[in-house]
């Protein structure tokens, strides 16, 4: 499945939506992308996933690590891909912790993945949290990278699709404008916003 077609599959099943949106990671944006309504079919989301898995499949991947909630159905379906296991972070107290008894044992080799990525922010939290535990973190994937492949999960690029020596890779890759709460020109013109993510947005 090329870029231009997984473009089309969100437009068609309608997770490409205009207005005034405030994302998880607090900023504003006109476009969101809701990866619910294109995983909700789970033809298509073994298709999807199946493809991001491909990406890594030259990798000996032992676990695949995703954070809740957005990333859970990613997470599960790339790692039957794989055929690795499956666990996913979640946010305590503002930080991302494994629960539910899941581990990581030293010398694991892990996949983090994501279903959108805007600042990369969930991802380097799990990124860093997989490092202390001594695995290796073989890469980094996800449906849609909205920052247009500018996010880093490392001090610096190496190569292009690398960051700081690990491997990334995202399906469709979108350039698209965010903007901080206090100059937001969509608050500015009074256009009512709308938040349609899993953590609480009382925190933002």
């Known amino acids: 499945m090329k870029e231009n077609r997984v473009f089309?599959?969100?437009?068609e099943k309608g997770a490409l939506l205009?207005?005034?949106?405030?994302?998880?990671?607090?900023?504003?944006?006109?476009?969101?992308?809701?990866?619910?309504?294109?995983?909700?079919?789970?033809?298509?989301?073994?298709?999807?996933?199946?493809q991001l898995a491909k990406?890594?499949?030259?990798?000996k991947v032992d676990v695949v690590i995703s954070p809740a909630i957005g990333g859970?159905?990613?997470?599960?379906?790339?790692?039957?891909?794989?055929?690795?296991?499956?666990?996913?972070?979640?946010?305590?107290?503002?930080?991302?912790?494994?629960?539910?008894?899941?581990?990581?044992?030293?010398?694991?080799?892990?996949?983090?993945v994501e279903d959108v990525i805007t600042t990369g922010g969930s991802l380097k939290e799990i990124v860093q949290l997989a490092k202390e535990k001594g695995c290796n973190v073989v890469g980094v994937g996800s449906l849609v990278d909205r920052s247009g492949g500018k996010v880093e999960f490392g001090a610096c690029p190496v190569r292009k699709g690398f960051s700081n020596g690990v491997k990334k890779f995202s399906l469709l890759n979108l350039e698209i404008q965010n903007y901080p709460s206090q100059s937001c020109p969509l608050c500015r013109k009074g256009i009512p916003i709308t938040y349609l993510g899993s953590r609480n947005n009382e925190s933002k």
């Open 8 to 11: 089309e599959l969100f437009k």
């Open 18 to 50: 205009e207005g005034h949106f405030l994302l998880t990671s607090g900023l504003h944006s006109s476009t969101y992308l809701q990866c619910a309504k294109v995983l909700q079919y789970p033809d298509i989301a073994e298709k999807l996933c199946g």
């Open 55 to 59: 990406q890594f499949s030259k990798n």
């Open 72 to 112: 859970l159905i990613v997470g599960h379906e790339t790692a039957r891909a794989l055929k690795a296991r499956a666990i996913f972070a979640e946010r305590v107290d503002g930080g991302m912790l494994l629960k539910r008894g899941f581990q990581l044992n030293k010398g694991e080799n892990v996949l983090a």
